[in-house]
């Protein structure tokens, strides 16, 4: 329902306006968007890319467009055996070159 929405929102909004009152060097977030619908996943992407500029982010997330817009994507996954894997990702592009 919305009201854990909102509650995320709010608490990102406020996370993002202590960061531009007082920095921090490093923010990590787990799940934060959980609750998000999907227009404002891609809003929280978008700011978190933006604001990778003042800061680093470690952003743990399940949602494409928080995956798709990292700089550095890390994919975790059990194995057989209950053992776990970590994996670099490698994203395709999805923007095609336009031939002239």
Same mark, same amino acid.
């Given at each position: /329902?919305?009201? $854990?929405? %909102? #509650?995320? *929102?709010?608490?990102?909004?406020?996370? !993002?306006? *202590?960061?531009?009152?007082? @920095?921090?060097? !490093?923010?990590?977030?787990? %799940?934060?968007?959980? !609750?998000?619908?999907?227009?404002?996943? %891609?809003?929280?992407?978008?700011?978190?890319?933006?604001?990778? /500029?003042?800061?680093? !982010?470690?952003?743990? +997330?399940?949602?494409? @467009?928080?995956? %798709? +817009?990292?700089?550095? @994507?890390?994919?975790? =996954? $059990? =194995?057989?055996?209950?053992?776990?894997?970590?994996?670099?990702? #490698? *994203?395709?592009?999805? #923007?095609?070159? +336009?031939?002239?």
């Amino acid at each position: /329902m919305y009201v $854990q929405g %909102e #509650k995320s *929102l709010t608490a990102l909004s406020f996370i !993002f306006a *202590l960061q531009r009152y007082r @920095p921090s060097p !490093f923010y990590a977030f787990d %799940e934060v968007d959980m !609750f998000l619908d999907g227009a404002n996943v %891609e809003r929280l992407a978008r700011m978190v890319k933006q604001q990778a /500029m003042l800061a680093q !982010f470690i952003v743990v +997330s399940l949602r494409r @467009p928080i995956i %798709e +817009s990292s700089e550095r @994507p890390i994919g975790v =996954t $059990q =194995t057989r055996g209950a053992y776990t894997q970590v994996l670099g990702l #490698k *994203l395709q592009s999805t #923007k095609r070159d +336009s031939v002239d």
